[in-house]
């Protein structure tokens, strides 16, 4: 299965709370899991990523937790602020036929509101 | 940012007519996607390219084509467009398909078909 699914499709949090968004896998081939961060009108920018062989990945207030016997991945933003307010995807890569392609969660809307 | 122009940025035209997309780039970068971005599906692949006239399909391909005649330029073609391609369009490059060097995305094309 080459599906990632994504949870929850929206999310609103308070500024300061913790924005948590998950994501889920079936292909145990997939070696590479990033997270993006979308703003209107912009293209996807790279957030953080995440190998399979670490259980958990923290650049600033964001953190990716990696669970590779449940075949799930989630970011935490702490401190939510404003700002962060964005659309946010998850991906995989590899499979079958290692060719660099990603796929992606269906995405997350996240408000966080002052 | 990751020198990326996408062109144009916004099209309108009526069902039955081609459009072509292009894509350019001034990284060098070996690797070059077009993706498509509808709500609820996140992004998904169309085609991608691992060099000058080396190209692939990708999970959505049905209905476009693609040619890569230049390292710099990737063209997305719609035949004849159909309402269903409806979207925003999305091209990434990548100098490597390993997590060293992973995929940036342009700011898009949002074309409407009526």
């Known amino acids: 299965q080459q599906q990632v699914k994504q949870s929850p499709q929206s999310l609103i949090v308070q500024k300061g709370g913790i924005s948590i968004i998950n994501c889920a896998y079936e292909?145990?081939?997939?070696?590479?899991f990033p997270w993006y961060q979308q703003f209107p009108g912009k293209g996807p920018a790279l957030l953080i990523a995440?190998?399979?062989?670490?259980s958990e990945k923290k650049e600033g207030r964001f953190t990716i937790s990696f669970n590779k016997s449940a075949k799930q991945f989630s970011l935490h933003i702490m401190d939510s602020q404003p700002g962060d307010s964005a659309t946010y995807f998850c991906?995989?890569?590899?499979?079958?036929?290692?060719?660099?392609?990603?796929?992606f969660g269906q995405g997350t809307t996240l408000q966080v509101k002052p | 940012d990751a020198g990326i122009t996408q062109s144009p940025r916004h099209k309108v035209t009526e069902t039955g007519t081609p459009v072509t997309l292009r894509c350019h780039q001034t990284?060098?970068?070996?690797?070059m996607y077009w993706y498509r971005q509808d709500p609820g599906h996140g992004l998904r692949l169309i085609h991608y390219?691992?060099?000058?006239?080396?190209?692939d399909k990708g999970e959505v391909s049905d209905g476009y084509s693609v040619s890569r005649s230049k390292t710099e330029d990737f063209l997305l073609t719609l035949e004849s467009a159909t309402s269903s391609q409806t979207s925003v369009y999305f091209c990434?490059?990548?100098?490597?398909?390993?997590?060293?060097?992973?995929?940036?995305f342009g700011d898009g094309t949002r074309l409407s078909i009526l």
């Open positions: 990434a490059i990548s100098g490597t398909m390993g997590s060293s060097q992973p995929q940036h």
């Open positions: 292909n145990t081939a997939f070696d590479y």
């Open positions: 995440i190998r399979p062989d670490v």
């Open positions: 991906a995989a890569r590899g499979g079958s036929s290692n060719t660099g392609k990603l796929i």
């Open positions: 990284e060098n970068h070996r690797y």
């Open positions: 390219s691992y060099g000058v006239k080396d190209t």
